[in-house]
């Protein structure tokens, strides 16, 4: 399998501060059809999982621009340019590339 | 805009069968693919599976002996089923559409208990 890892684990952050997230895979995310399936999720308890961010950098409907995806093949990065308090929760980075898929351990954002 | 709504029982008791439904609101099943992840307590996400319509399927293969998937178009549901379960199938479960690039449901959790 995939294995997913993120750092940091745990992100105190300060309100209005940048924050940021980096996932990386054992292998490359790159698919058959040239893309790379790298998503981003933001869990808060008694919510719906949502979707930040599909295809590495394309963010979802509704998802604030201080949101943003980048890298390629196993690196990647979720970048916050100023974070809110509604920002709080576990952030987690799934590839949907390589059968069965698989997650990240999962950052925990919280304010200082 | 797609919402989806997982449903069952949040008891099951070991060597059962754990069935539950995700009811499609906003979309038809007619389409995408969908799944099924879990989160059991303090732990991690897993990817449970995917089935598309028509039947087509692929399970984990960490779970794959145990799990069944369908799709009502009747109803526009689709389903899970665990059998053989035990307390290391406690989790909440979330119901998605797509499996590449997944939609999540709320989720709900089961618990495995005599």
């Known amino acids: 399998d995939v294995v997913m890892t993120q750092s940091p684990l745990s992100l105190p952050v300060t309100l209005g501060q940048p924050a940021s997230i980096s996932c990386s895979s054992s292998r490359s995310l790159v698919y058959s059809d040239g893309n790379t399936y790298l998503n981003w999720f933001h869990l808060r308890p008694g919510q719906s999982p949502r979707r930040l961010i599909y295809k590495v950098s394309n963010r979802d409907s509704g998802v604030p621009d201080r949101f943003s995806g980048s890298g390629s093949g196993t690196d990647f990065t979720l970048k916050i340019s100023r974070v809110e308090a509604e920002d709080v929760g576990v952030y987690y980075c799934m590839q949907g590339t390589h059968w069965p898929l698989t997650f990240g351990p999962g950052t925990k954002v919280e304010i200082k | 805009q797609v919402q989806l709504q997982e449903s069952g029982p949040g008891l099951v008791k070991p060597s059962e069968t754990l069935s539950l439904t995700c009811t499609v609101s906003g979309g038809s099943v007619n389409s995408y693919y969908w799944s099924w992840i879990r989160q059991p307590p303090g732990k991690g996400l897993e990817w449970i599976g995917y089935?598309?319509?028509?039947?087509?399927?692929d399970y984990n293969p960490s779970l794959e002996s145990r799990v069944t998937m369908s799709v009502d178009t009747s109803k526009n549901q689709f389903s899970l089923k665990l059998s053989s379960v035990t307390s290391a199938d406690t989790a909440v479960y979330y119901c998605?559409?797509?499996?590449?690039?997944?939609?999540w449901g709320r989720g709900t959790l089961v618990t495995v208990s005599s």
């Open positions: 089935m598309f319509y028509t039947g087509k399927s």
């Open positions: 998605a559409r797509g499996a590449r690039e997944p939609i």
